[in-house]
């Protein structure tokens, strides 16, 4: 199957141009007019942009073990409508990934289920060396610094040491400092408002376990990721990275603050927490100055009658990858930023910083996975329209103005208009980590 999308503004590496790109099978293989071409299909994308599909380097998609809460098939019907055409999910499932063999059995299980490509982390423990040094199909290995949901906390010194100068994967992880945590727990356990989980999980538990992680990295010469960036604090800390340090930030994190518990309380109850007014902005500081090359969802959901539990017995997490690049693209047209920087942000860095093959780029070779957004389309979000299983988000009754149209996830048209073609299966994201990560390919 040869498809022309042509009259598009195409976001390429070098910048924007109005041009046609040209599918064949799996991979781009022309970018340029070339009217002279036979294809079996055109698509007029006039008064449109054509980005290369998002990459979300950060969800967890709950199976096996959790799918009444979320499941493959749902998730990534709600990637392929929110323009994310490929994911890296997290161990943290029933049971947890920190295994060789419950890695590929993760992957078998996908192939059969994601509508979108896919990968998946290999969790750390205190005493699961050997697994991490035998592990290959992954982006990496992931570190919780800090308990969060499941029971894979890391926090005792010599096994981080272990960890960070045993192994060669890239490593990323949760930071939130277990004891300032269990501390203020202490001084709030007789707590039922939900705003003082932002006190529990402080500044400070952020800021602590994310300067220890950075220290193991640059000790050991390790490449190491951020994770869901909470704080102004510890974006100071991203400016002496050493080529080693990337970041990235979440929607919540960037859009809601604490102001905000008091309208939607528990449904923006967050590991690591929602911090303030200033937080939010000296986040988007460091996305527009480089320190934070990322944007990712870490899209964790439960199920609404879950989340409104009151506090503390709400869980915590959100849903976000249906959403994600729409709430990018309003900001596109508030003029906060520019389409160009949110195609880095989300598309090509996280495929740089995890070395995924020919993805997040509109390139000759490259995989087709692709999405036409219209900058002028208006639509509200709304928990009906939802393709989550647990169908509910935090920015319902929201009206945003740019959205993705029609995906196309290597080469097969998954989305368009509104209507979901689940007849195809994505495939296996492929790593490369001989490329070095983010820094090596700047």
Same mark, same amino acid.
């Given at each position: 199957?040869?498809? %022309?999308?042509?009259?598009?503004?195409?976001?390429?590496?070098?910048?924007?141009?109005?041009?046609?790109?040209?599918?064949?099978?799996?991979?781009?293989?022309?970018?340029?007019?070339?009217?002279?071409? $036979?294809?079996?299909?055109?698509?007029?994308? =006039?008064?449109?942009?054509?980005?290369?599909?998002?990459?979300?380097?950060?969800?967890?998609?709950?199976?096996?073990?959790?799918?009444?809460?979320?499941?493959?098939?749902?998730?990534?019907?709600?990637?392929?409508?929110?323009?994310? =055409?490929?994911?890296?999910?997290?161990?943290? $499932?029933?049971?947890? =990934?920190?295994?060789?063999?419950?890695?590929? !059995?993760?992957?078998?299980?996908?192939?059969?289920?994601?509508?979108?490509?896919?990968?998946?982390?290999?969790?750390?423990?205190?005493?699961?060396?050997?697994?991490?040094?035998?592990?290959?199909?992954?982006?990496?290995?992931?570190?919780?610094?800090?308990?969060?949901?499941?029971?894979?906390?890391?926090?005792?010194?010599?096994?981080?040491?272990?960890?960070?100068?045993?192994?060669?994967?890239?490593?990323?992880?949760?930071?939130?400092?277990?004891? $300032?945590? %269990?501390?203020?727990?202490?001084?709030?356990?007789?707590?039922?408002?939900?705003?003082?989980?932002? %006190?529990?999980?402080?500044?400070?538990?952020?800021?602590?376990?994310?300067?220890?992680?950075?220290?193991?990295? @640059?000790?050991?010469?390790?490449?190491?990721?951020?994770?869901?960036?909470?704080?102004?604090?510890?974006?100071?800390?991203?400016?002496?990275?050493?080529?080693?340090?990337?970041?990235?930030?979440?929607?919540?994190?960037?859009?809601?603050? $604490?102001?905000?518990? =008091?309208?939607?309380?528990?449904?923006?109850?967050?590991?690591?927490?929602?911090?303030?007014?200033?937080?939010? !902005?000296?986040?988007?500081?460091?996305?527009?100055?480089?320190?934070?090359?990322?944007?990712?969802?870490?899209?964790?959901?439960?199920?609404?009658?879950?989340?409104? @539990?009151?506090?503390?017995?709400?869980?915590?997490?959100?849903?976000?990858?249906?959403?994600?690049?729409?709430?990018?693209?309003?900001?596109?047209?508030?003029?906060?930023?520019?389409?160009?920087?949110?195609?880095?942000?989300?598309?090509?860095?996280?495929?740089?910083?995890?070395?995924?093959?020919?993805?997040?780029?509109? !390139?000759?070779?490259?995989?087709?996975?692709?999405?036409?957004?219209?900058?002028?389309?208006?639509? !509200?979000?709304?928990?009906?329209?939802?393709?989550?299983?647990?169908?509910?988000?935090?920015?319902?009754?929201?009206?945003?103005?740019?959205?993705?149209?029609?995906?196309?996830?290597?080469?097969?048209?998954?989305?368009?208009?509104?209507?979901?073609?689940?007849?195809?299966r994505g495939a296996e994201v492929k790593f490369d980590h001989a490329r070095g990560g983010y820094w090596a390919t700047a």
């Amino acid at each position: 199957m040869k498809t %022309r999308i042509k009259n598009a503004t195409v976001v390429l590496p070098t910048g924007s141009i109005r041009t046609s790109v040209i599918i064949d099978g799996t991979k781009i293989v022309e970018i340029d007019d070339a009217p002279q071409v $036979t294809v079996d299909e055109t698509v007029d994308a =006039t008064g449109l942009h054509l980005i290369p599909g998002v990459i979300d380097d950060q969800v967890h998609f709950r199976e096996p073990g959790l799918t009444h809460k979320e499941d493959f098939e749902h998730a990534t019907r709600a990637c392929a409508k929110g323009g994310i =055409t490929s994911f890296l999910e997290m161990p943290n $499932t029933n049971p947890n =990934t920190i295994t060789v063999e419950r890695l590929h !059995e993760k992957l078998d299980l996908a192939a059969t289920k994601c509508l979108v490509n896919y990968g998946f982390y290999i969790g750390a423990t205190p005493d699961n060396i050997e697994q991490l040094k035998a592990a290959r199909r992954t982006p990496g290995i992931k570190i919780f610094i800090g308990s969060s949901t499941g029971n894979l906390l890391v926090d005792q010194q010599d096994a981080l040491e272990r960890i960070f100068s045993e192994t060669t994967l890239p490593i990323t992880a949760h930071c939130e400092d277990e004891s $300032t945590v %269990r501390r203020n727990q202490e001084r709030f356990s007789a707590s039922t408002d939900v705003a003082d989980h932002s %006190r529990i999980r402080d500044h400070q538990a952020a800021l602590i376990a994310t300067s220890r992680a950075i220290d193991l990295a @640059k000790r050991h010469d390790h490449r190491f990721h951020v994770l869901h960036c909470s704080t102004g604090a510890e974006t100071e800390l991203f400016y002496d990275h050493q080529q080693l340090i990337t970041a990235e930030a979440c929607p919540h994190h960037l859009f809601f603050n $604490t102001d905000d518990y =008091t309208r939607l309380g528990s449904l923006i109850q967050m590991n690591p927490s929602i911090k303030n007014k200033e937080d939010n !902005e000296q986040l988007w500081t460091a996305l527009l100055d480089g320190r934070i090359q990322v944007i990712a969802t870490d899209h964790a959901p439960h199920t609404l009658v879950e989340k409104q @539990k009151p506090f503390p017995q709400s869980p915590s997490g959100l849903p976000a990858v249906e959403n994600s690049l729409a709430l990018m693209l309003n900001e596109v047209n508030s003029g906060r930023c520019t389409l160009e920087q949110v195609v880095g942000w989300m598309c090509d860095a996280p495929a740089r910083v995890w070395d995924l093959v020919d993805k997040g780029r509109i !390139e000759i070779g490259y995989d087709a996975d692709l999405v036409l957004v219209d900058l002028n389309y208006r639509q !509200e979000i709304r928990n009906v329209d939802q393709e989550t299983k647990c169908q509910w988000s935090p920015w319902d009754g929201v009206t945003l103005s740019g959205w993705p149209r029609r995906t196309w996830v290597m080469g097969h048209e998954v989305f368009r208009n509104g209507q979901l073609d689940l007849s195809k299966r994505g495939a296996e994201v492929k790593f490369d980590h001989a490329r070095g990560g983010y820094w090596a390919t700047a």
